[in-house]
């Protein structure tokens, strides 16, 4: 979030501030409150979007976990609100567990709103990418949706894509990805300048 200064702002703290857009998350409680902060930073980009990092969903014996909070409670609220929803997956770890299953199927309502992004696929031999696949099937059956949510391969970091490791085309498929994100989050950046092209 943009700000004067640099610091972390505690939940129970963000959230009685009028002008800001969390009051209502207080519906959650205390304990949902005790884990939330925001980041604020100075940057001309904050003031024109703010990301929502979400913690990552429990999968294999964490399940058993039982979260002191409304997770997916918490994620429709968020998803209500915001323009873009970037759902993350790592190529190791493809399982849609019972608790993500229950995130997805809390964004019913928002699929034009979702996109996948692969990340690390560069760290995956042709083999194990197509598992690739068997997500977006699995992935349409959770969303009950026909159409296969807008996806993005590639390694998703400040580091250069292992082209040992991918080869030529890997590579191109891979900054190809990584070009098409930006410019879907930069169309999202600009649409407050072009508000009046998206009304209808």
């Given at each position: 979030?943009?700000?004067p200064d640099e610091r972390i702002i505690p939940g129970n703290?963000?959230?009685v501030h009028a002008d800001l857009p969390f009051t209502g998350l207080t519906t959650f409680g205390g304990s949902f409150l005790s884990k939330f902060e925001c980041s604020q930073m100075p940057h001309s980009l904050l003031e024109r979007i703010t990301f929502v990092d979400t913690p990552g969903v429990l999968s294999g014996e964490k399940q058993r976990t039982q979260r002191s909070y409304d997770f997916t409670g918490v994620i429709?609220?968020?998803a209500s609100k915001c323009d873009l929803i970037l759902l993350l997956f790592d190529p190791h770890k493809l399982d849609i567990s019972d608790e993500f299953e229950r995130v997805i199927s809390s964004l019913r309502g928002h699929d034009d709103k979702i996109r996948v992004v692969l990340n690390k696929a560069d760290q995956v031999d042709t083999?194990?990418?197509?598992?690739?696949?068997a997500l977006m099937w699995s992935l349409g059956k959770v969303l009950n949706t026909p159409e296969v949510a807008r996806a993005y391969i590639g390694s998703f970091n400040d580091k250069h894509v292992n082209e040992e490791f991918t080869g030529p085309m890997g590579k191109e498929l891979f900054e190809k990805g990584q070009d098409d994100l930006l410019a879907d989050l930069n169309h999202l950046i600009d649409i407050p300048k072009k508000f009046c092209d998206h009304r209808v």
């Open positions: 979030m943009s700000g703290t963000i959230v429709s609220w968020f083999q194990q990418f197509r598992v690739y696949g």
